[in-house]
């Protein structure tokens, strides 16, 4: 069988499998503790408003009540999941420098078909919604979306020789996550609908099967794999290989300062966009919106829209010369304008309208991954991913329970604070770009640094032609 160099269907089922279900989760849970609390069955209504029917004050309370309890599942969650995910995904991609960039991307499609089966099992018997915390942890075992990304981003750094092809390839994939994502949160409401919640599980797992065999028998390696030392433990040369490759990204004295106001810049606007976002489904269910799950469909599709507008946004603006740099500060504002519509916004017509001005959000990604990319050699680029992906998996983990936290002690007074934060919060990514930009380095125009000597390690180095037809 002939194997290929292509990793976006990987990453386009991928992202699609995953958001048939992501939207389900929090109102799977929602559901669940709403017969739990209230002992009757949720309410279920083709209104576009659960909360027409009932506005005393007994049925407010109730509602503040289940956000409160779906909001600290949320929490035990993620804090219980973190850990584990981010000591894998540390390794993993940073050993992929070493052993190859498959198995970053084989491990994490095998931990979230693990969360999927999981999932199906507690829905379908009607377990104990807590064992679903413990299939999180399990799951985080085996890495999880950011070891993925990790994996893929570092597989693309390894084809692409030219900085604006590797931008936009790296855009590419942010799009191919917004389009499959949205075309799957808009196919969840109408699917929950007809078919309720054991069905979406079901297909999401099968879809998870079809991507581990397309991972694992037609995806082709890009790195050879290091020798074993015969007089050595190979554990051991491993474990050390992973914390050399990532100190001497940091070794330059060049950009050393520059590298890390980048990380800064990536890692706390990671941390405002994604607190922010994961609010958003709880929002929608609370008073005085009380979405349905079409509307919440409706919502997380025109959310992931962003992916493909910030696509065309990169596109546009690289070909046309725009620096890197303005490129990102267009998107942090993005993300701040939308924040502060968002904590305003009281209608259905509002609700999505706010959407809008969040549409080049997604931009400053690419870009920054791109641009530290370019600062460290070819060796490195597992490291250097490895590390992205530890801080963004940290950061997004620390943000999902920090702003459950605050959205739990501040629902009953102002529900739209934790998006007023969110707002607020960008101006630490503002203040390292200003950074940045004072220090005068152009960093699109930055050589690789040379590949540090290693004989363990080669890059597959394929014939030039079939790999520029290959990434085109």
């Not at 995904?89 to 992929?96: C, E, P, Q």
């Not at 916004?345 to 959407?355: G, Q, S």
């Amino acid at each position: 069988m002939k194997r290929l160099y292509l990793v976006e269907p990987v990453v386009a089922l991928y992202a699609f499998s995953c958001f048939l279900i992501y939207p389900l989760v929090q109102q799977y849970v929602y559901r669940r503790f709403w017969v739990q609390l209230t002992h009757t069955s949720y309410p279920i209504s083709d209104n576009t408003s659960r909360c027409a029917a009932s506005n005393s004050s007994n049925h407010t309370n109730l509602h503040e009540e289940v956000q409160k309890q779906a909001s600290l599942f949320s929490l035990y969650s993620e804090i219980l999941s973190t850990v584990p995910s981010l000591i894998v995904t540390l390794m993993l991609v940073a050993y992929s420098d070493r052993a190859g960039r498959k198995i970053t991307i084989v491990m994490p499609l095998i931990g979230t078909l693990i969360y999927t089966t999981a999932f199906l099992a507690v829905s379908f018997f009607e377990l104990n919604v807590y064992l679903l915390i413990g299939s999180t942890l399990l799951s985080s075992l085996f890495g999880g979306l950011g070891t993925f990304l990790g994996g893929c981003f570092a597989y693309i750094a390894d084809l692409c020789k030219d900085d604006r092809q590797k931008t936009l390839r790296m855009a590419g994939v942010d799009m191919m996550i917004g389009l499959l994502s949205g075309v799957a949160s808009i196919s969840t409401g109408y699917f929950l609908r007809a078919a309720g919640f054991n069905w979406p599980f079901l297909t999401s797992a099968l879809i998870q099967c079809l991507i581990l065999f397309y991972a694992v028998f037609i995806l082709e390696e890009t790195v050879t794999k290091a020798p074993v030392d015969p007089n050595g433990s190979p554990r051991l040369a491993a474990i050390k290989q992973i914390f050399s490759s990532i100190y001497r990204i940091f070794a330059g004295k060049s950009f050393k300062t520059v590298l890390a106001l980048l990380m800064t810049i990536f890692t706390s606007f990671s941390f405002t966009y994604i607190g922010g976002i994961s609010m958003m489904t709880l929002y929608e269910l609370n008073e005085p919106l009380c979405w349905s799950e079409i509307l919440i469909g409706y919502g997380s599709a025109l959310s992931t829209t962003v992916f493909v507008v910030s696509f065309l946004g990169v596109s546009v603006l690289t070909y046309c010369g725009v620096p890197q740099l303005i490129i990102v500060l267009l998107g942090i504002l993005s993300v701040m304008s939308g924040m502060i519509l968002v904590a305003f916004a009281k209608t259905t017509v509002l609700m999505f309208i706010v959407r809008i001005p969040m549409l080049l959000c997604i931009m400053p990604f690419a870009v920054l991954r791109s641009m530290m990319s370019r600062i460290v050699s070819k060796s490195e680029q597992g490291a250097l991913f490895a590390y992205l992906s530890f801080l963004e998996n940290f950061t997004n983990n620390v943000s999902n329970a920090v702003f459950n936290s605050i959205y739990f002690a501040t629902v009953a007074w102002y529900p739209g604070f934790v998006f007023m934060l969110s707002a607020g919060l960008c101006v630490i990514p503002l203040s390292a770009l200003v950074a940045v930009a004072l220090i005068g380095v152009d960093v699109s125009s930055v050589v690789e640094r040379p590949e540090p000597f290693d004989p363990e390690h080669e890059i597959l180095i394929e014939d030039e032609n079939e790999n520029s037809a290959l990434i085109s």
